[in-house]
C-alpha cells in the first residue's frame, strides 16, 4: 500500500614591489579612518542588538472582535525578544479598498501600549470601527518594536525600525456565537485525513491532522479513536502522540496495526488532546456502501475558513469511488451541544480510483468556535 504522497624571477621582483606599495598604502587609509571607525563602531555596537531583535521579531493577531464600544486583540509573540505594542490604528476597507482612517491609540502619536515577552499571548483593548456597519471590513494596524529599541521618554525614537501587524474584523451579520470560548487551553484542528486505499477505502496505520489555532505554542500529547459504523462498531484507539499545537502543516499519528483490521468507511474520527479542549473533535467520513461493499467513500475533510473572522464557509472533500459518474456529497455541522448549525451539499463527477476535491458551501457561515462536529456523507 503507497504511504504519502543529493614564472621568472623578474616577475617575482615585480610582485613583492607591487604588494610592498598595496600594503602600505592601507595602512595609511586605515590610519586616515581610525577615527571615523571608532565613533561608528560605538553606534553600532549599541543599535546591532535593537535590529537583530526586529529582524527575529513577529508578533501575530490570533483573533479579534468588536463589541461596538471597543475591540479586542488576542496577540501573540512568536519571536525571541520582548515586544512593546506602540500604535494601533483603525480603519475602514472603502468599495474602492483604499483605507479609511477611523482611529487611534494613542489619538497622535507612541506610547508604550503593551509589553509581550517571548512566547507570550496578550490582550490588546483597541478603538471600535465607529462607523461600521453590517458588510464592512475594519483594518487593525499594529505597530511594535522591540523593547531594546523602544525609548519611553522619546517614544517616536526608531519607529522606522518598527514592524507592523495587520487584522481584519468582518461585520457580516453572522448569529453570535453559541458555544463559550474555553477560560484555557483550547485548540483547533481544520483538516482530517486519514490513510486509506482508493479501491476499498480500507484505513491504513497512519492519520493525519492539521492543528491551526491553540491558547499558548506547545507541544500536546493527542490519541486519535476511530470507531467504525457499520457492523459490530469496532473501535481502535492510538497510542498517545506528542504534537505541535499551532502547525499550519499536515501532522501524522501512527496506528499500528490498523490496517491488518480492516476497518473500512463510514467510520468516525475522535481527536482528543490530553489536558486541552479540542474545538473540532469528532469527523465523520461516510461512504456509499459499507463494509467490503463500499464504493464511494470520503477520504480528506478540509474545513475552509477565513482568518478576519473566524468563519467555516465551506468544506473540501476528497472522494474517491470505485465508479465514475456522478456523485452527490453532503455535510453537516454540530455545535458543542449536538446541534446542527450549518449543512451543505454539491454534486460532481468522479471517475473510479482517482479522487475528487469537492467544494461543499454551507448554507451560512458558522464561527470556528461552534464548529465541534463534522459529519460527511455520500448520497449517490
Not at 249 to 259: E, G, H, R, S, T
Request: charged share 20%.
Amino acid at each position: 500500500m503507497s504511504r504519502r504522497k543529493r614564472r621568472g624571477v623578474a616577475s617575482a621582483v615585480a610582485s613583492a614591489i607591487l604588494a610592498a606599495f598595496v600594503i602600505a598604502a592601507g595602512l595609511y587609509l586605515y590610519a586616515l579612518s581610525l577615527s571615523w571607525f571608532g565613533v561608528s563602531a560605538l553606534k553600532a555596537s549599541s543599535d546591532v542588538g535593537g535590529l537583530a531583535a526586529m529582524v527575529s521579531s513577529s508578533l501575530v493577531v490570533e483573533a479579534g472582535s468588536d463589541n461596538g464600544t471597543a475591540a479586542t486583540l488576542r496577540l501573540r509573540n512568536l519571536g525571541k525578544y520582548t515586544l512593546i505594542v506602540i500604535r494601533v490604528e483603525v480603519f475602514k476597507r472603502a468599495s474602492d479598498h483604499d483605507l479609511i482612517p477611523v482611529a487611534s491609540s494613542p489619538p497622535s502619536g507612541f506610547g508604550n501600549l503593551l509589553e509581550l515577552q517571548p512566547e507570550e499571548v496578550a490582550i490588546l483593548v483597541a478603538p471600535s470601527c465607529s462607523v461600521c456597519d453590517a458588510g464592512d471590513v475594519a483594518v487593525y494596524r499594529i505597530t511594535y518594536l522591540a523593547k531594546s529599541l523602544f525609548d519611553p521618554d522619546q517614544p517616536a525614537n526608531n519607529v522606522h525600525k518598527a514592524r507592523v501587524a495587520e487584522y481584519e474584523i468582518a461585520y457580516t451579520g453572522i448569529a453570535p456565537r453559541k458555544c463559550e470560548i474555553p477560560s484555557s487551553k483550547w485548540i483547533w484542528m481544520d483538516i482530517s485525513d486519514p490513510l486509506q486505499e482508493l479501491g476499498s477505502g480500507r484505513l491504513g496505520d497512519e492519520y493525519g491532522l492539521r492543528f491551526v489555532r491553540a491558547d499558548s505554542s506547545a507541544n500536546v500529547r493527542v490519541t486519535v479513536t476511530i470507531r467504525e459504523l457499520h457492523g459490530s462498531h469496532r473501535t481502535y484507539t492510538s497510542p498517545i502522540t506528542t504534537l505541535r499545537s499551532q502547525h499550519y502543516a499536515i501532522q501524522y499519528v501512527d496506528m499500528p496495526n490498523l490496517y491488518s483490521m480492516d476497518f473500512r468507511p463510514p467510520f468516525e474520527v475522535i481527536v482528543s488532546v490530553e489536558n486541552w479542549t479540542e474545538i473540532q473533535y469528532r469527523w465523520v467520513h461516510g461512504s456509499r456502501g459499507a463494509g467490503a461493499g463500499v464504493s464511494a467513500f470520503i477520504n480528506t475533510i478540509s474545513l475552509v475558513w477565513t482568518e478576519h473572522d473566524e468563519a467555516a464557509h465551506g468544506v473540501w472533500l476528497s472522494v474517491a469511488t470505485t465508479y465514475t459518474g456522478a456523485i452527490t456529497v453532503g455535510v453537516t455541522i454540530k455545535d458543542c451541544n449536538g446541534d446542527v448549525v450549518a449543512t451543505g451539499q454539491a454534486t460532481g463527477t468522479v471517475r473510479a480510483n482517482d479522487p475528487k476535491q469537492i467544494y461543499v458551501e454551507l448554507d451560512n457561515p458558522v464561527s470556528m468556535w461552534d464548529v465541534y462536529e463534522v459529519e460527511t456523507y455520500v448520497i449517490t
